[in-house]
């Protein structure tokens, strides 16, 4: 089952650092390697996320995620992105643009840091609607009983993420542009870039969210009339047969996943920078990560883990949130790699901690409600 759900990501990994002996040698091997690790460890919440959303798909789709999804993630948002950044802010050709990628990567890279506020605007605010839907979203399995409860409460009001979201917008372009004004030159115009790019993050999120949230609501309807066929296979002794996405529902759920799979990067995308300037060891190495990612993904939705482990989802979205947060301040502020990467997995981890502890006290209880064996972990 490892071999089958990884085998694809081991046979890259060996072609990947093959090809960067040829490019570089050893030095390049090194570097390599490096950023795969560095995607894999910013990356980990986004298998989690995405898990959660790939199982509601039928095999169909979720196949379509891993083929023609996993070129989307490494050619274009790898390979394909940084090039793009280059030849919107520069105002270049894109044939331009890898030229002066793989001749100039000094410059190559000087522009990619100058287009560093709108993209971190983008995915910052694409990222603070998810973790923002999900807390003020009243769910049967509470995780922080003690936070979730009344964040559960205040999303009773309407458009609250919304709002949210637009004053953290607009608290991040004064302060940015108070920044830049005190600076002078060719930065103090950022604050309306900031602006304006997270603006297009939010509607971003709203349209794609919102048609795949509509077509998912259409086929809750289709659920519906089957659950009476469903508990009468189920009597009759049957394998009960769980409604997956399709058709148009699937389509939206599929851009959705790859719009976050795109806000997930960018900071890998940019963090990469930090160790190389060189657009294909950058390919290589992010492309890489990005193959383990798909795999993880994979192997959580096969292995059920999202049912087994409760909390995991809960985790990964408060990792969602914090790294908008770490975007949105990269506006101004530099943050190390390492620092964004351990937030994620502290996050995941305390919360496979809670869901261990969680099957062990159901188990030791001999099969606890629900609510009762959320409500000891919760307030342990």
Known sequence: MLLKTFGWSFAVTALGLVAAVFYGGWAAFGVVAILSVLEISLSFDNAVVNAGILKKMNAFWQKIFLTIGILIAVFGMRLVFP???????ASLGPIEAVDLALTDKDRYQQL????????????????????????????????????????????????????????????????????????????????ETVLLSGIAGLITYLIVGGLSGYFE?????????EHEAEEAAERAGKPKSAVKLAG????????YLEVLDASFS????????????????MALGLGIGAMYVRSLTVYLVREGTLDDYVYLEHGAHYAIGALAAVLLVTIQYEINEFITGMIGVVLIGASFWSSVRRNKRLAAAGGESEGEGTEAVSTA
């Open 83 to 89: 090039v793009v950044i280059v030849a919107i802010s």
């Open 112 to 191: 990619v840091t100058d287009a560093h506020p709108s993209i971190a605007a983008f995915g910052g605010m694409f990222l603070l609607m998810i973790f923002l839907d999900f807390i003020f979203e009243d769910r049967d399995i509470k995780w922080l009983t003690w936070l979730d409860r009344p964040l559960a409460k205040l999303g009773k009001v309407d458009m609250l993420s919304v709002c949210i979201a637009l004053i953290v917008l607009l608290v991040s372009a004064i302060t940015f542009g108070a920044h830049a004004h005190q600076h002078g030159g060719a930065h103090a115009d950022k604050a």
């Open 217 to 225: 609501d259409k086929l809750e309807e289709e659920e519906e009339r």
């Open 248 to 255: 148009k529902a699937a389509f939206f759920m599929f851009l």
């Open 266 to 281: 960018f900071d890998g995308v940019i963090g990469a920078f930090a160790i190389t300037n060189d657009i294909v060891l």
